[in-house]
């Protein structure tokens, strides 16, 4: 168990849906990570929140957007959601640039 | 850019054999090194990191990686794999606060 919790594990939706994934980051780590999993992409980094603040953005859709509450925990949303949206999220915590500790997952069907 | 490379995308061995991992990573400034493992149906979990000093780091179970600058490489090595090896590794770097992974490489480890 690496401390890193996400909810829900799994999502079924349908296209044109949104939903919200969310994340609680190991007690501590103020850095929260967000990466998408898929068989053909590999893990794509989406985006790096610290203390709130949007740090880093990788390969994230204007579909998607992200935040950080002041207590920490991390909100994932995907909106107009297509079948490529399909995939494991995973987020991770971390203190700076140490290791980071990544949660179980969400697995995200869209039918 | 910041990028990663890793040279094999599925390697199959028979038990007892030995292993060597190809990552190559490019980026201009300083950099942490990280090799991750996820077990068939979990989370990535952290094998080993290196942030400065010894080029040769240990991780758990085994592993070593040795980090050579002039050639931006970090490659994952094994001695003698066992077949609770079976695993997709991942090479990653984290500079300037943006983390990148690579494309994984699946490992199957015959009995």
């Known amino acids: 168990d690496s401390g890193v919790t996400q909810t829900p594990k799994h999502l079924i939706t349908a296209t044109g849906q949104r939903v919200t994934l969310r994340c609680s980051p190991r007690?501590?780590?103020?850095?929260v990570y967000w990466y998408q999993q898929s068989l053909d992409q590999g893990l794509q980094f989406l985006i790096q929140?610290?203390?709130?603040?949007?740090?880093a953005k990788g390969n994230i859709l204007e579909r998607f957007s992200a935040q950080q509450f002041p207590d920490l925990h991390s909100e994932l949303n995907l909106s107009s959601l297509e079948l490529g949206d399909s995939a494991l999220y995973f987020c991770a915590s971390s203190v700076g640039q140490n290791e980071q500790f990544f949660g179980p997952g969400t697995r995200l069907t869209v039918l | 850019a910041q990028s990663v490379s890793q040279h094999n995308h599925h390697v199959i061995l028979s038990e007892a054999a030995s292993l060597e991992l190809g990552c190559n990573y490019s980026?201009?400034?300083?950099?942490?090194l990280f090799w991750y493992v996820q077990y068939p149906g979990q989370h990535l979990q952290l094998l080993l990191k290196y942030f400065s000093g010894d080029p040769l780091v240990k991780g758990i179970k085994g592993f070593e990686a040795e980090f050579i600058k002039s050639k931006f490489s970090f490659n994952l090595r094994k001695p003698s794999v066992q077949w609770s090896d079976t695993a997709e590794y991942f090479c990653?770097?984290?500079?300037?606060?943006?983390?990148?992974f690579g494309d994984g490489t699946t490992l199957t480890v015959k009995p």
């Open positions: 007690s501590g780590d103020l850095s």
């Open positions: 980026y201009g400034g300083t950099v942490n």
């Open positions: 990653a770097v984290i500079g300037a606060g943006k983390s990148t």
């Open positions: 929140y610290y203390n709130g603040e949007e740090r």
